[in-house]
């Protein structure tokens, strides 16, 4: 099993400029999760699923959007790309919602705005 | 507003010695506690956790401690080693949830 894996590793978009970082999971995850982790801060949560066809905001969800056609996708999208949007974005999934369930996550996609 | 809290961003420590890392958390509803270990370019992998029935749980060289009166746990390794450099979060959840709110991180060094 790959588990989490994310493209691109590293990407430098232009204020305004739009993107998709890409998400997919082989482990049959039924929950997945997109986190920001900015210099000297935690994860903070951006978007969840818990299933094919089923968003819902997380913490800062303000300038993003995601999509779940599949299991094994969660994309992330960037409309209007702004320099607060630098950040490492992280992708995970987790199989149960029980207590010893945990969270598996992808190695991130370093994002820097200009 | 911060929920889980790390108060030291970072700890040295000598190999062979103990690691004491620490975390506060201000909501009483969390029963479900975990630590993540991450290295650099890398995301974070599950390390240990405990639930709130318990107030330690072992494996091998790393220990949770949970104190559920003051709010607080704390995570030590020992003995450390070169390997365990590294940032480590806290995280909590709730009952049979599924999102985590996690702390900001320590960076732990190890010196040989």
């Known amino acids: 099993n790959a588990g989490v894996t994310q493209t691109p590793k590293f990407r430098i978009l232009k204020i305004g400029q739009s993107m998709t970082l890409q998400c997919t999971q082989d482990?049959?995850?039924?929950?997945m999760y997109w986190y920001r982790q900015d210099p000297g801060m935690g994860l903070k949560l951006i978007y969840y699923?818990?299933?094919?066809?089923?968003?819902d905001k997380g913490e800062v969800p303000n300038g993003y959007n995601v999509s779940r056609s599949t299991t094994e996708d969660f994309p992330l999208r960037l409309e209007l790309a702004a320099p607060s949007q630098t950040s490492v974005y992280f992708c995970a999934s987790s199989g149960l919602a029980g207590k010893k369930e945990t969270q598996y996550f992808g190695p991130g996609t370093r994002l820097l705005v200009l | 507003d911060q929920q889980v809290k790390q108060n030291s961003p970072s700890l040295s420590v000598q190999e062979g010695r103990i690691s004491i890392l620490n975390c506060d958390y201000t909501n009483s509803m969390f029963d479900y506690f975990l630590w993540y270990k991450k290295y650099p370019a890398e995301g974070p992998t599950f390390l240990i956790s405990i639930s709130s029935i318990k107030d330690k749980n072992e494996d091998g060289r790393f220990t949770v401690f949970l104190n559920k009166s003051a709010k607080h746990l704390s995570l030590h390794i020992v003995p450390s080693q070169p390997g365990d450099s590294a940032v480590y979060f806290c995280?909590?959840?709730?009952?049979?949830?599924?999102?985590?709110?996690f702390g900001a991180g320590t960076t732990v060094t190890v010196r040989a």
């Open positions: 699923s818990v299933g094919a066809g089923i968003t």
């Open positions: 482990m049959n995850h039924n929950y």
């Open positions: 995280a909590a959840r709730y009952s049979n949830d599924y999102k985590l709110s």
